[in-house]
């Protein structure tokens, strides 16, 4: 059956070594310019550039306010620097990010949906190639299958993460990172525990069938 497996620390998991913050604070410049620039993010396109929302985000992204609960979906990317520093754009997987709001504060989490057989794997590259054509305009909704549903039905319930307000994003805190929305969709960056780069993700609202 799927499962949730994370992606990022955006839960109540034991605390994010301190080198995994430098690393994120050094890489993260450096791998949004070049985001940026492998999509030339600075001129006019004539087809939506996805990624061109994580690589400006800082600049055209907003803290909106949050209210009630929130359940998202879209892709989520490793990125790095490579040769010459250039950006390095892993595949993208379908992934999850949950906020909700109640009289203490907001919570949050965000997850990857992770195949367990073969059959989940071609279903879920599927999926990532169905969101792949939403962020890029060429969709305009995607369905999910009943067990996705339910899984993101019951996942989304237990976001533990306490999320705060800070330099115009939002933050998990505690762990590096943050998401601001862009548009009509969420964008985030975050540090892998181990390894180099930065993750990067792009979420639309969830909205459950009636």
Same mark, same amino acid.
């Given at each position: 059956?799927? =499962? #949730?497996? #994370?992606?990022?620390?955006?839960?109540?998991?034991?605390? %994010? @070594?301190?080198?995994?913050?430098?690393?994120?604070? &050094?890489? +993260?410049?450096?791998?949004?310019?070049?985001?940026?620039?492998?999509? !030339?993010?600075?001129?006019?396109?004539?087809?939506? $550039?996805?990624?061109?929302?994580? !690589?400006?985000? =800082?600049?055209?992204?907003?803290? =909106?306010?949050?209210?009630?609960?929130?359940?998202?979906?879209?892709?989520? /990317?490793?990125?790095?620097?490579? $040769?010459?520093?250039?950006?390095?754009?892993? =595949? @993208?997987?379908?992934?999850?990010?949950?906020?909700?709001?109640?009289?203490?504060? %907001? /919570?949050?989490?965000?997850?990857?949906?992770?195949?367990?057989?073969?059959?989940?794997?071609?279903?879920?590259?599927?999926?990532?190639?169905?969101?792949?054509?939403?962020?890029?305009?060429?969709?305009?909704?995607?369905?999910?299958?009943?067990?996705?549903?339910?899984?993101?039905? !019951?996942?989304?319930?237990?976001?533990?993460?306490?999320?705060?307000?800070?330099?115009?994003?939002? %933050? *998990? $805190?505690? &762990? @590096?990172?943050? *998401?601001?929305?862009?548009?009509? +969709?969420?964008?985030?960056?975050? !540090?892998?525990?181990?390894?180099?780069?930065?993750?990067?993700?792009?979420?639309?609202?969830?909205?459950?069938?009636?």
């Amino acid at each position: 059956m799927i =499962e #949730l497996a #994370l992606a990022l620390v955006l839960t109540q998991t034991p605390a %994010v @070594p301190p080198e995994v913050f430098q690393r994120f604070e &050094a890489e +993260r410049g450096p791998v949004l310019q070049a985001l940026s620039a492998k999509y !030339a993010c600075d001129k006019p396109a004539k087809t939506p $550039k996805p990624l061109c929302a994580v !690589a400006q985000m =800082e600049e055209k992204g907003t803290a =909106e306010d949050l209210r009630g609960k929130n359940t998202f979906v879209g892709l989520t /990317w490793i990125v790095k620097r490579g $040769k010459a520093g250039k950006a390095e754009v892993g =595949e @993208p997987k379908v992934s999850a990010l949950a906020l909700n709001k109640d009289s203490v504060g %907001v /919570w949050g989490a965000l997850t990857e949906i992770a195949p367990q057989n073969a059959e989940e794997r071609t279903m879920l590259a599927g999926l990532a190639k169905d969101y792949t054509a939403l962020l890029e305009g060429r969709k305009q909704t995607v369905p999910l299958p009943a067990d996705v549903r339910a899984l993101l039905a !019951a996942w989304s319930k237990s976001a533990n993460h306490l999320v705060e307000k800070k330099d115009g994003a939002w %933050v *998990f $805190k505690g &762990a @590096p990172g943050a *998401f601001r929305k862009v548009g009509e +969709r969420w964008v985030s960056v975050g !540090a892998p525990r181990g390894g180099e780069g930065i993750i990067v993700s792009i979420f639309v609202p969830y909205v459950e069938p009636q």
